[in-house]
């Protein structure tokens, strides 16, 4: 069973490749369109997320062996300042009233969101390292 923070890096993972998609497509609006209408869902669930990954890796900070403290408090600095960033582009796309494939390419192009995508890699990494650590 995935963790918290697991399962909010999937949701924000899972919007980026949707979204990938959804910018190949070449629609000039996502009104109307069941594609649309995932992509706007995608978004916000993704949005939720990421709100949320602070705290979530905030949590699993405390789990992680001792010793690595004021890494771990860095790096949930770093992942907030990231986390904010991304939260103020994806609110901005999600406010207008229509989202093209241009709109989501220069999303997904967005140095925010390649950097908070960059942090989830290393939460991902670092959780399945420690996971694999307990079991052993």
Known sequence: MPTEIEALCDTIEDC??????????????????????????????????????????????????????????????????????????????LAQPAISSQLIDNLNASIHLRALLTDLFLITEIVAGQQARAAS
Do not use: H, P, W
């Not at 992509?39 to 990954?53: D, H, Q, S, T």
């Not at 986390?83 to 994806?90: H, I, M």
């Open 16 to 93: 980026y490749e949707f979204t990938l998609s959804y910018a190949a497509r070449g629609l000039t609006t996502d009104e109307d369109s069941d594609a649309g209408r995932q992509l706007r869902e995608k978004l916000a669930a993704a949005l939720k997320a990421i709100r949320g990954l602070e705290a979530a890796f905030r949590a699993v900070a405390t789990q992680m062996q001792t010793g690595q403290g004021d890494k771990l408090e860095a790096f949930a600095g770093v992942l907030n300042r990231d986390a904010q960033s991304s939260c103020a582009v994806v609110d901005l796309v």
